[in-house]
């Protein structure tokens, strides 16, 4: 897995996100079935339930993006930070240090059928999601992402372009999770 570089522009944010859906597919791709539905330890989540995952935060982030600017200003106000890539990612890693975790509507539901269909619906679903977060960026022009606030459940109001950077961040934090070695008996 490739680590994402340190996006800023629109560009640089929507070949970033191109580049964390390829890795998802691809890792997707060469893992054999039943390591996809399995998770590395009891309390864990499977590569199943990581996608699974992205394709409801995914599908959030898109939604925020589609909201008319001026709505965005109205509801949230101006962003209250400027962080980089790195410091949102170093915010991020700070509030599951202390203990942060995925609201209720982000954790996904059990699956009972693992099979081939059930992982390429979640293959597809995560697409999809993946692909209207990037089909809604390109909508912006590069200096609104700096001028409008959206909201986060851990981070609290980030700037569109901060919540970019959480979006390729977490893709690649859960590709990690993802990969992770099950735990040998």
């Given amino acids: 897995m490739k680590a994402p570089l340190s996006p800023h522009t629109r560009d640089e944010l929507l070949a970033a996100l191109d580049g964390a859906q390829a890795a998802w597919v691809d890792t997707v791709a060469a893992l054999p079935l039943p390591d996809y539905f399995r998770a ?3 309390g864990r989540w499977s590569p199943a339930e990581h996608l699974a995952h992205l394709a409801l935060t995914h599908g959030r982030v898109a939604q925020g993006l589609g909201v008319p ?3 965005l ?3 949230f106000g101006a962003p209250a930070t400027a962080r980089t890539y ?3 990612r170093g915010a991020y890693q700070a509030r599951l240090a202390a203990g942060g975790r995925a609201p209720a509507r982000y954790v996904p539901r059990p699956v009972t059928a693992h099979d081939a ?3 390429d619906a979640q293959v597809a679903a995560y697409v999809t999601a993946a692909t209207r977060v990037r ?3 390109a909508g912006w022009p590069e200096a609104a992402l700096d001028r409008h606030a959206l909201p986060h459940d851990l981070l609290g109001r980030l700037s569109a372009r901060e919540l970019l950077f959480f ?3 977490h893709d690649h934090h859960h590709l990690r999770g993802a990969l992770a070695a099950p735990e040998t008996p």
Avoid: D
């Fill in 117 to 119: 269909a059930t992982r």
């Fill in 73 to 75: 200003r109205l509801l």
């Fill in 135 to 137: 089909s809604a960026l």
């Fill in 69 to 71: 600017r001026p709505a």
């Fill in 40 to 42: 590395p330890a009891p």
């Fill in 167 to 169: 979006t390729v961040y």
């Fill in 86 to 88: 790195e410091g949102v």
